[in-house]
């Protein structure tokens, strides 16, 4: 039985789900190494076979190679590179030959701040880690930037629940197809770079200046921004939600929206796609670029402007919910790209990676 090792920061839904179809479908053994729950994302986990957790709060360094001592791993994977311990940790098994896997979502801009990362990365990166695991076309950008071959980067890190959002399309499109929901869905934490000031805004003028007909804006999250000062009558402000909750909000909604001022990936996004709703994406968010096509599954929208996003809700609100339906059935086929398949597929692929 080969050995995953995982020193994380933050777990989430998707990553569960790609650690559930990992160990349902391969002899696998895996040991997370977590940091606390984020009080922005509060998520409750449910307990998966061969899944050993391990708090960092109660691991120091000595404690994290006592760890990968005793369990030898075949493979180590680290969510970039923000714990020093778990970067020494890797140095380690690095030196021992044991693949080290930094993940990341970080999209290469360009920018003096970034050409600074990489000229002091490239002094020690790679006496840390073997390879690279991104989300998409930019994050492989930076990646290569950094000095990783292209043989070494792998892509599709971050990868939506496809079975159980499918599901979720299943049952929506019977619904639909009696009344469509003129409701648009926002799923984010409450904090500045995701938006939500300028969408709210946005909608509300719209809505005061009586164009948006009997739409609806409900958002799912909460953050220090939670909740906003701005309040209005056709906009609801519904907290965390857990994953469980989540399906009686989406069957009530339509359209999905995301105004982030920054986002360099978004899962989300994927699983509002896989899950049949038509996409309002602002030209800040990564995935946009894998899961909509302009004006066939959805619009894009440029982050902050409130212009531009109001003229992308009234091309939504002018449709037909025929139109509607056929943009979330167009959703649906494209987030079909990759899922929890494809990623634990890749994981095993870099254990065979390390013993061939």
């Known amino acids: 039985m080969k050995k995953v090792l995982f020193l994380y920061t933050e777990i989430s839904p998707y990553l569960v789900a790609g650690l559930g179809h990992l160990v349902a479908h391969n002899a696998v053994e895996v040991h997370l190494v977590r940091w606390p729950v984020n009080k922005e994302a509060p998520f409750s986990f449910p307990d998966l076979p061969q899944v050993t957790v391990h708090e960092r709060t109660s691991l120091d360094l000595e404690g994290l190679r006592a760890l990968v001592k005793g369990l030898a791993p075949d493979v180590i994977l680290a969510s970039g590179w923000v714990d020093k311990a778990y970067l020494r940790v890797c140095q380690d098994a690095r030196k021992r030959g044991i693949p080290t896997v930094m ?59 496809l079975n159980l959002f499918a599901s979720v399309a299943d049952r929506l499109r019977g619904l639909r197809s009696l009344q469509f929901p003129h409701r648009l869905l926002c799923v984010a934490r409450y904090i500045p770079s995701k938006g939500h000031q300028y969408m709210v805004e946005a909608f509300a003028e719209l809505a005061d200046a009586g164009q948006v007909r009997d ?20 906009i609801r402000h519904l907290g965390f939600v857990q994953p469980e909750g989540m399906w009686r909000f989406m069957e009530q909604s339509g359209v999905f ?3 982030s001022l920054y986002e360099p990936w978004g899962v989300v996004v994927q699983e509002h796609a896989a899950a049949g709703f038509p996409l309002l994406l602002s030209d800040a968010v990564g995935a946009r670029h894998s ?52 990623w634990s597929d890749t994981l095993m692929g870099l254990i065979a990676e390390g013993h061939a």
Request: overall charge positive.
């Open 103 to 161: 993940a990341s979502d970080t999209a290469w801009r360009g920018d003096l701040r970034q050409w600074f990362a990489v000229g002091a990365a490239r002094l020690w990166l790679h006496r840390t880690f073997s390879h690279a695991w991104v989300t998409g076309e930019a994050q492989a950008r930076y990646a290569a930037h950094l000095g990783f071959a292209k043989e070494r980067i792998r892509r599709g890190f971050y990868v939506a629940d």
């Open 215 to 234: 739409w609806e804006l409900w958002c799912i999250g909460t953050g220090e921004l939670f909740p906003l000062a701005f309040q209005h009558p056709r």
């Open 257 to 259: 929206i995301l105004p």
């Open 291 to 342: 899961f909509l096509k302009e004006g066939y599954n959805g619009f894009s929208f440029t982050a902050g402007n409130k212009k531009s996003l109001k003229e992308t809700l009234l091309r939504v609100i002018a449709l037909s919910d025929a139109d509607l339906a056929a943009m979330g059935r167009h959703s649906e086929e494209l987030a079909k790209a990759s899922g929890p398949g494809e």
